[in-house]
């Protein structure tokens, strides 16, 4: 049996510290160089995303000036089309009104012309 004041480092062979001071200290040395690695890549991967972000941001600034854009054309279409149909609409009513004056004007000149085609025919 073991004894209860034995280290339980010395009576197990696997839990027995198996690195020397200078495999230490390679172990801190790569340590060091994997923190450094990592932060570089991290820096480079927020960099990426900053990028990707700025990116993003141009393109949604692009389409929506596209869109403004877009949109003041098709204002600016309807009020054209607008503007020209309500001068059709003025232009109809014009001639509306000269086809009614021309057709009292045929009238009574009509009435004039067969009162006169009558009196000769007495």
Request: proline share 2%; no cysteine.
């Amino acid at each position: 049996m073991a004894s209860l004041d034995a280290s339980p480092l010395a009576t197990n062979p696997v839990l027995k510290k198996t690195k020397s001071g200078k495999a230490k200290k390679v172990d801190e040395r790569a340590d060091r160089r994997a923190a450094v690695a990592f932060a570089k890549e991290e820096h480079k991967r927020k960099q990426r995303r900053e990028r990707k972000e700025i990116a993003a941001a141009k393109l949604r600034d692009r389409r929506k000036a596209a869109m403004e854009k877009a949109d003041a054309a098709l204002e600016n279409a309807r009020r054209e089309h607008e503007e020209k149909s309500a001068k059709i609409e003025k232009d109809r009513k014009a001639i509306k009104r000269r086809r009614e004056m021309e057709q009292a004007r045929w009238q009574k000149v009509k009435r004039l012309l067969e009162e006169k085609l009558r009196k000769a025919s007495l």
